[in-house]
């Protein structure tokens, strides 16, 4: 079965810094990717995707993702943070059996 | 078109009480599911249908149980509440099931005391 690994609990970025997740998954074949955001006290919002064809996608909020084969991984980044990207981040992986498996997440805290 | 809705947003039980846990979309997706999210292990697969009248377990299942009588809405009942069932529960819906993408509801906050 596929698994996902966030290795990042906690980050904390100044406002206008760059902003990078990691996000690592085991699987054999390629997998279809995600990356969720959820900002305290609400559901889960879909940021972007990966399914097959270019490796880097773009995404809602200014953030992009590359997913790289050899490494395994797809990491979410984002030029220049606002106050407002401070919530809590989720990698998905869905492959083979139709349903999805998620990271622990990963806490971003954005300081003046 | 509101999507996935979740009814109660916030519940307290006690322990041995029973609830249902209200979940619809109008989206007339197929697949629907249910997770739970507690601190440091994201979101963990508790129940799922891939359409009316059809369920199967996830990742946690016990302690839970669903049914599918209709496309719209995905109920998840607890018998017997328990403190470890204590979560944030969330209900997500997608069409196709190839895609894998899913929308989520709000979520219920659940304390079982």
């Known amino acids: 079965a596929q698994s996902v690994t966030q290795p990042d609990i906690h980050i904390t970025v100044s406002e206008g810094a760059s902003l990078e997740l990691r996000c690592n998954y085991s699987y054999g074949a390629t997998p279809y990717l995600f990356w969720y955001v959820q900002s305290p006290g609400q559901g889960l919002q879909l940021l972007l995707k990966?399914?097959?064809?270019?490796?880097l996608v773009q995404g809602i909020k200014g953030f992009e993702a590359e997913f790289k084969r050899s490494q395994s991984s797809f990491n979410l980044r984002k030029p220049s943070v606002h106050w407002s990207d401070a919530a809590e981040y989720f990698c998905a992986v869905g492959a083979g059996d139709y349903k999805l498996s998620f990271g622990a997440g990963t806490t971003v805290t954005v300081r003046a | 078109n509101a999507g996935v809705t979740q009814t109660p947003k916030f519940q307290v039980l006690k322990t041995g009480q029973s609830m249902t846990l209200q979940c619809a979309q109008d989206m007339n997706h197929e697949y629907m599911s249910w997770y739970r999210q507690d601190p440091g292990m994201g979101l963990r697969l508790i129940h799922y249908s891939v359409g009316a009248g059809i369920t199967d377990q996830g990742e946690v299942p016990n302690g839970y149980n669903v049914s599918r009588s209709t496309t719209e809405d995905f109920p998840l009942r607890l018998l017997s509440a328990a403190p470890s069932q204590t979560s944030v529960y969330f209900c997500a819906s997608r069409g196709d099931r190839v895609s894998y993408e899913q929308y989520f509801g709000p979520g219920t906050r659940l304390t079982v005391t």
């Open positions: 990966y399914f097959s064809g270019d490796t």
